[in-house]
């Protein structure tokens, strides 16, 4: 009875890999990285990236993450921000996002992190927002980068940048990437969006 137990246990689990691994290989990247994250598809919600609340430096405000194909008309990772509070205005206040990957990806011949960037300048009167990407498994990814404080202005009020972080190449395997929306002296309060997350070859 026991074994009979385990055994469709270890048979469930394998039908959930299966269909798992059929998913994810499917081209768009559920989870995936083939592409990286897009966002486009809502069914996917945020795919998989989601707050790191415990690992949050210096930042106590309200945050809030979703995908959202309303606002710019098509989708992307919507994270709330409320830097309102003084405490939230130091040089480096950190809500981190934090993706546990469900394939490992490997990040041999990779020299950057890129993804679009959209934020409101009406939402602040002061301060600036940086960047960190980091990961806990073997293969370290560890750096900063700023993010341009101003860009490409669109007809719904919000800014364009296009953000870039160089890091030092190495050979492995990641199975987790922690990606941060620094706030930088700011007490900016409302949304900002986050879309087209890839990493870049190499220079
Ligand atoms: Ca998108």
Same mark, same amino acid.
């Given at each position: 009875?026991?074994?009979?137990?385990?055994?469709?246990?270890?048979?469930?689990?394998?039908?959930?890999?299966?269909?798992?691994?059929?998913?994810?290989?499917? !081209?768009? #990247? #559920? !989870?995936?990285?083939? #592409? $990286?994250?897009?966002?486009?598809?809502?069914?996917?919600?945020?795919?998989? *990236? /989601?707050?790191?609340?415990?690992?949050?430096?210096?930042? =106590?405000? &309200?945050?809030?993450?979703?995908? &959202?194909?309303?606002?710019?008309? @098509?989708?992307?990772?919507?994270?709330?921000?409320?830097?309102? %509070?003084?405490?939230?205005?130091?040089? *480096?206040?950190?809500?981190?996002?934090?993706? @546990?990957?469900?394939?490992?990806?490997?990040? $041999?011949?990779? $020299?950057?992190? %890129?993804?679009?960037?959209?934020? @409101?300048?009406? %939402?602040?009167?002061? /301060?600036?927002?940086?960047?960190?990407?980091?990961?806990?498994?073997?293969?370290?990814?560890?750096?900063?980068?700023?993010?341009?404080?101003? #860009?490409?202005?669109?007809?719904? $009020?919000? =800014?364009?940048?296009?953000?870039?972080?160089?890091?030092?190449?190495?050979? /492995?395997?990641? =199975?987790?990437?922690?990606?941060?929306?620094?706030?930088? !002296? =700011? &007490?900016?309060?409302?949304?900002?969006?986050? @879309?087209?997350?890839?990493?870049?070859?190499?220079?």
């Amino acid at each position: 009875m026991k074994s009979a137990k385990l055994c469709s246990v270890a048979a469930a689990f394998a039908a959930a890999f299966l269909v798992f691994s059929c998913a994810s290989t499917g !081209g768009s #990247g #559920g !989870g995936g990285f083939a #592409g $990286g994250w897009n966002f486009d598809d809502p069914a996917k919600g945020t795919d998989r *990236w /989601g707050l790191a609340r415990s690992e949050f430096y210096q930042y =106590t405000g &309200d945050i809030a993450i979703s995908q &959202d194909s309303e606002t710019f008309g @098509d989708g992307k990772l919507r994270i709330d921000l409320d830097f309102s %509070a003084p405490e939230n205005q130091k040089d *480096w206040c950190e809500p981190k996002l934090v993706i @546990d990957l469900p394939r490992s990806i490997n990040i $041999g011949g990779f $020299g950057s992190l %890129a993804y679009d960037f959209y934020f @409101d300048p009406s %939402a602040r009167n002061q /301060g600036n927002f940086q960047t960190k990407i980091f990961t806990n498994t073997s293969a370290p990814i560890d750096a900063n980068g700023g993010i341009p404080s101003s #860009g490409e202005e669109l007809e719904n $009020g919000f =800014t364009h940048v296009e953000v870039v972080i160089p890091f030092k190449p190495t050979k /492995g395997f990641i =199975t987790d990437l922690r990606l941060s929306i620094v706030g930088s !002296g =700011t &007490d900016y309060v409302g949304p900002v969006f986050i @879309d087209n997350i890839r990493f870049l070859p190499i220079e």
